[in-house]
């Protein structure tokens, strides 16, 4: 790691550099002071009761040990400033102030001191400072992603206390709520609100690229693109931003040319080392989506070689029967879940690519390329069909235990490797016997809906939608969830929920689900 | 307190700030790491060692919990600048990095978190932060005050490591090095060192004020402001400082007119509402001090009716006999040293300041002024020696309980009240019988050479300031620290040796000994 070779097309950065978006910026204040108690019943076991004079907090004195909770009523991405003044005899010493920044109400609740995740600390947002000089109007450098602000006065003097006579944030996307258009009057509440919801999700992911996490890990993962930019088409209509995060896919490859699993874009654009075989793959995907959307054919025109590239690379990975090689050099994401076996989910994941790399390459004029794809959907679909499918079971199975999974299912009905109707009795089947290998992400409940909704069964999708963003809802999320399992609420494949990202950008589909298909 | 209403004269104010200084700049880079080892027989504790490959901490990569300590191998006060990079993956979260900073070894050593003095810990000097992109120059927009920087990786990533490939300081003091004097080639080898850290105390302590202590607490004091000018007039020679800090106590008094003991700078200049006895009558000694030096008369005649009020409220404070009044409404400094009495030391301070104000007047051609204070000399000078000496010991006595200290002994001396060969046998006297009321901050010390000096007992002031001073070099001071007990070098009135400031103003007089008596 760190010494491999990448490719890298500066024409092609260059061209991304140029489409840094210009951020939409509001001014948010704080709607009061709050207190966070324990509560087993509450969320996380954490439940945020307004204080009784929750203006309070302003212009009140606190001292040495002193600490209040804003709530900004609303989960924020952006720039703090606390305005705070001295109070008592002349400032004879620093102040020492600590803040504690949380999306959910566990984050300012608990303390960050006992975290034991297996990610980094550095993620968890907090920030230990001195004021040398009062009064003085704190601007607090980093951007926060958070709804709740602790304060912590660590130290005064003996001979002063402060004052805090302002808070606000600035709040920073590249999406522009102008563009949003509003739902008709007859939404049903509970969708509307669910829609809300996910723009909401989207726009603060959307930064100068779509990030995945804007508290974390805040990278472009190509997996994640593609689900923000689909929604993206049906809300913001951002894109040029689509177009930069391409490009910058586009422009910086791995040694093979595999296009990354992520991107950064400081200190300079590069890209990571992370080779993931389904991500990959679903650069065609996003940048057939991005085509349909924007009918940009000169990107399209542009961009292909490298999309036609990673079908290569793809097929490449097959074994002689025409399945996708399942060993222990690769990785491909699928979902978290533990235990899920790839191989099957894969294998349709490069047919469902490859299904639109021929459409693109039928939009292009290129006939050998669109017939040579077209022989290989026909070969990896008949492989499945051959190799993958359980004539007993009448399930997809995966790998060398013949695992049944739901992303096996999902992905191969995504796939279309059968008609229409055989999906829908296929999907009616794992509600029938639910195979025990369940979905963990919404990135896979995505996936999930969108195939229910492939196999004509737009009722089952629509209370699915229901029962899980609508479930995240109820359970008072801001914006949508990294992870949410509504068994499990304090789930976590990081090792803490603390760092758990609860506004996440493959989590934002329900405004596509209700802005393509429910209107 | 912070109600009391206080004089501002905005003219003045607006004098001193015109001669806010340029400060000098001096880039300075880390020795290399050492290590910081607990050895009862060093100084408080700590034994520096400097590592086996000192140079190593540049160039080596860091993971979490890693750390190094630098040694920059002198006192600085500056601006510190550090360049970080990656090693290994890209940087996929933020880095998480402590500094402490310390004057002494102990500070990097012992840890804050068990600090429990009276003071207040934000002058503890740490950071922690983040740093979201790397590589990155971090520049630390605070200044510290420090020999040793120690930099605890607190987190990175399981993907990357950190690497620092330089560190350094820019230092910055008000005190032309230039102008400094070299000392003639015969002068003893310790006297010089002696005079080598006194000229660098002084010249830390030096920023756009004559501040008490760079590390804390940064005021400008106007007892500290007094010594240290005296030893800028034979170093420095920063004539113009001291107009400043004399204008700006000038410019700020307290309800009463009485000039305060401390002022402030930012936001914008103010004085404290601290009321000392001694410390108001000593703007007179400052202002007598600055008109000899500089004989700038100017300001002398601006700053003389300032000057005569505090005369006239010092003698407000006369009882029918003539003697300071000794109450619970006042509060004079003369030293830290534990349950001594102020009122015979006030009493002689204030005598001290008549005969400069009767010198001032006289130079203004102010014959009744200097009339009025010679009656003023002649009263106090008589009721000191009817009712503050004891006949019998032979000794100065103080307060109800009829005190015998050291204080009282030597301002005595100072005021002059009895002739030079008395001063010589009194100051003989304490030697052989040692008052138990002792002297305890280097500020005390001053006046006790000083006194020496005055009885004409030249011998015993050179071997007592290489006792005093002498010891501190003899324990390895790189500046002259705030207090010294030779019998209990953890000692503090804060109640941690952690938050002493061990570079301090009223420290650096062996410069001003050493230059006006010794050459």
Not at 156 to 178: E, H, I, K, L, P
Not at 261 to 272: F, G, H, I, T
Request: net charge negative; hydrophobic share 40%; charged share 25%.
């Amino acid at each position: 790691m760190g010494d491999q070779k990448l490719i890298k097309n500066t024409k092609m950065v260059e061209v991304a550099e140029q489409l840094i978006p210009e951020l939409y910026t509001r001014e948010v204040k704080p709607m009061g002071s709050v207190s966070i108690i324990a509560d087993e019943q509450a969320l996380q076991g954490w439940k945020v009761v307004p204080d009784i004079e929750s203006d309070n907090w302003c212009g009140r004195t606190y001292g040495k040990r002193d600490s209040f909770v804003l709530d900004f009523g609303d989960h924020l991405v952006g720039y703090v400033t606390l305005s705070i003044q001295s109070v008592g005899s002349p400032q004879d010493a620093p102040l020492k102030l600590k803040m504690t920044f949380g999306e959910m109400p566990c984050e300012v609740a608990e303390s960050f001191d006992n975290y034991n995740g297996n990610i980094s600390s550095s993620w968890l947002q907090e920030e230990t400072l001195y004021v040398d000089v009062l009064p003085a109007e704190l601007k607090l450098p980093r951007r926060y992603c958070f709804r709740f602000l602790k304060v912590e006065v660590l130290d005064t003097s003996r001979r002063y206390q402060v004052m805090f006579n302002q808070a606000s944030c600035t709040t920073v996307s590249s999406g522009d709520d102008a563009r949003v258009e509003p739902l008709p009057a007859n939404v049903p509440e509970d969708i509307r609100m669910m829609d809300y919801i996910a723009v909401k999700t989207l726009r603060n992911c959307m930064q100068t690229v779509f990030e995945d996490g804007p508290k974390r890990d805040r990278r472009l993962w190509v997996g994640d693109l593609r689900l923000q930019a689909q929604a993206n088409y049906y809300t913001f209509k951002n894109y040029d931003l689509v177009k930069r995060c391409l490009y910058l896919f586009g422009g910086m490859r791995l040694e093979d040319g595999t296009v990354g699993a992520c991107v950064y874009e400081k200190p300079n654009p590069q890209v990571d080392d992370i080779n993931l075989y389904d991500y990959a793959l679903l650069f065609v995907a996003c940048l057939h989506d991005y085509y349909e959307a924007s009918t940009d054919l000169s990107t399209l025109e542009e961009l292909w070689p490298i999309a036609m590239e990673q079908l290569e690379i793809g097929l490449a990975r097959l074994d002689v029967r025409g399945i996708v090689r399942d060993d222990s050099t690769w990785w491909s994401f699928t979902d978290w879940q533990d235990g899920l076996n790839k191989q099957t989910p894969a294998q349709a994941v490069l047919i469902y690519c490859l299904r639109r790399g021929k459409e693109l390459a039928g939009i292009l004029g290129l006939d050998k390329e669109r017939h040579y794809i077209e022989s290989k959907i026909e070969l990896t679909v008949k492989a499945a069909l051959e190799h993958l499918w359980d004539d007993t079971q009448c399930l997809f199975v995966s790998g060398e235990t013949m695992q049944i999974s739901w992303a096996s299912q999902v992905w191969m009905v995504l796939a279309e490797v059968m008609p229409q109707e055989v999906n829908r009795s296929l999907m009616d089947r794992v509600f029938e016997q639910p195979p025990s290998i369940g979905m963990t992400t919404p990135y896979m409940y995505h996936h999930f809906i969108e195939a229910l909704i492939l196999a004509g069964n737009y009722d089952q999708a629509v209370s699915q939608i229901r029962a899980y963003w609508g479930g995240m809802v109820k359970d008072g999320a801001d914006t949508f969830w990294e992870l949410y399992n509504p068994a499990d609420k304090k789930l976590s494949p990081y090792g803490s929920f603390l760092i758990n990202s609860y506004c996440h950008a493959w989590s934002c589909t329900p405004a596509y689900f209700i802005r393509k298909y429910m209107l």
